[in-house]
């Protein structure tokens, strides 16, 4: 059996990852979400071992010495991290693991897993991003501000990824996410062990 | 607009590579079939200008000095070769192209166009692909022979290929022929174009 592939989603505040995710989970069946680590407080709606696992800082900090993250980053005074146990087990039993994290984590993901997919995505335009911000109405606009001034930072990351999806229809959005994924099984580099057994057989004959 | 993807397509004969790739253009409307010229003798049913053009050896020699050819091999005997204003002028309009050529001609188009899919169809087992050349009946034991001799060579090749395909089912092998090529237009690398375009906007918001 071939192993799952861990691809790592990144995409501009508002660029619609987390609902994608979410779609693309409720549609198909072979993905796990992994569930990542943080010491920001629940928003309001959000469950501990849903959308998170939230932890005080002290704890956070525990983890990150005896190396169960496979990475983290701090953003906006708070943690971020992905757990490395949970995710290394769901590889294993072949399923498609998805982490959405920022560019600098998923740098650190391709460093420790070479064979990670990095997928990027966007809003189709930067004018439909700022609409998608507002839109929410569950930030301030010194929020948005803020968000914007990053998307322009993490713009410029995008080449370090190795897809890019835009994100104008949901379902098409979802559907591209999961082709993407679902194709990079073909890749030669994954079929390792199908091509050492047909190389065996065909000197056999 | 995205200029097309250029997919080179190669396997063992007897694989099913041409069968799949008929089917690929009846079933989508996304590519245009590139035409090889050839100096070998039409088989029957084959037509001049739709499965080869078919060529006298001084008439393709006179193809290869006038640099009219992306690539050629001589194979048995006979020069094969892809004549290139054609391939441009396809990919210039945004049609995905496919060449079906061996492994040394897949590597000098890749050498001269370093964003080629290159695509391995392989049965599923060594047994399978013999049992497909004998069931073939077009061939003598000797030529079969030959092409299994052939084939164990080949499979050393693969590794050079970006993806792998297995023909199990015709309309699977189709498909996911169709998802690996679509799929190229998602890479980064493909869309510099849009992103050079949102990191301005983001600029001027």
Not at 43 to 68: L, N, P, S
Request: charged share 35%; aromatic share 8%.
């Amino acid at each position: 059996m071939q192993k799952g592939i861990l691809t790592v989603l990144s995409g501009f505040s508002g660029a619609g990852k987390g609902t994608a995710m979410k779609r693309l989970m409720e549609k198909y069946e072979d993905y796990a979400l992994s569930i990542s680590a943080t010491t920001r407080k629940p928003r309001e709606g959000e469950v501990d071992g849903r959308e998170y696992f939230f932890k005080e800082t002290e704890e956070f900090e525990k983890m990150i010495a005896q190396d169960e993250l496979i990475e983290y980053a701090r953003y906006v005074n708070h943690y971020y991290g992905t757990p490395r146990s949970y995710v290394e087990e769901q590889l294993e039993k072949g399923k498609d693991v998805i982490l959405e994290i920022e560019i600098q984590g998923a740098l650190k993901v391709k460093e420790k897993f070479p064979d990670t997919l990095l997928v990027f995505v966007t809003p189709p335009s930067a004018e439909e991003l700022r609409r998608r911000l507002i839109g929410r109405g569950t930030e301030t606009m010194e929020v948005i501000e803020e968000r914007l001034a990053r998307a322009k930072e993490e713009a410029r990351g995008i080449d370090c990824y190795d897809c890019l999806i835009i994100n104008d229809d949901l379902e098409t959005c979802v559907d591209e996410l999961h082709a993407v994924i679902q194709n990079e099984k073909k890749k030669v580099m994954r079929n390792a062990e199908f091509i050492a057994k047909i190389r065996e057989e065909l000197e056999e004959l």
